[in-house]
């Protein structure tokens, strides 16, 4: 079990590492909010990098990632053990995919992906263990898809995650990601000004995120 000064070798990196490895070495409570995209199939990298062509575009310009199997298999309750016991307060997506493993809440977030005809793609559920209203995010799909330098499946908008921290976490927080993907997690911390461990076992996505995250530093110090 690590103590809450040796924590702090892990502050403010990407850790390519299996999660559970290392939440089971945390001291319960050490960190102030857990703020996480859990993967639904364990297979979704595999099935991305064999593409090797790039992301299918349809007449209107949306992009298809074609994921296949992607809700067949989810992650283990173990892990959810563990981020509730290290963790003060959590953040989930996709939470209702989980929800045998997730206690009631009234503050559910909604990721409102502004599309014209409204199905059940057009927005995602976030679980929260907050105390408070219902909260909704309105952020065109559309926008979103035209970011640059998007390489993973789930990839979310980086004002998004943003959004989250303002809300929920205050400045000097320490945020746990463990299924980093993107590195979406550490760069809205990096800008928010709150400290940051996150995990990504991939090490593909690992490494694109480890440049992704050095890129958005160099861009800080230019504007600077």
Not at 20 to 27: G, I, Q, R, T, V
Not at 105 to 132: H, I, M, P, R, Y
Not at 158 to 169: I, P, Q, R, T
């Amino acid at each position: 079990m690590y103590s809450q000064d040796e924590l702090k070798q892990f502050e403010n990196k990407i850790l390519n590492m299996d999660c559970y490895d290392f939440l089971k070495k945390l001291p319960d409570k050490s960190i102030d909010l857990v703020l996480t995209d859990p993967p639904y199939g364990i297979n979704y990298g595999k099935q991305l990098k064999n593409k090797g062509k790039g992301f299918n575009t349809d007449k209107n310009g949306w992009r298809d990632f074609n994921c296949g199997d992607w809700d067949k298999n989810k992650i283990d309750k173990i892990i959810f053990d563990e981020l509730f016991r290290v963790s003060k307060n959590q953040i989930i997506w996709g939470g209702n995919y989980y929800v045998n493993y997730l206690t009631p809440s009234q503050c559910w977030l909604v990721w409102n992906k502004c599309q014209k005809e409204f199905s059940l793609a057009d927005g995602e559920l976030v679980w929260t263990s907050f105390n408070k209203a219902l909260r909704i995010y309105d952020y065109s799909r559309g926008n979103h898809l035209q970011e640059k330098n998007r390489f993973h499946a789930t990839q979310k908008p980086l004002n998004l995650f943003k959004w989250c921290l303002n809300k929920f976490s205050k400045e000097n927080d320490l945020i746990l990601d463990c299924f980093s993907g993107s590195g979406v997690t550490a760069i809205a911390c990096q800008d928010m000004k709150r400290r940051f461990i996150c995990i990504e076992k991939d090490k593909i996505y690992f490494e694109k995120s480890i440049k992704r995250l050095e890129d958005f530093k160099k861009q800080l110090i230019f504007e600077f």
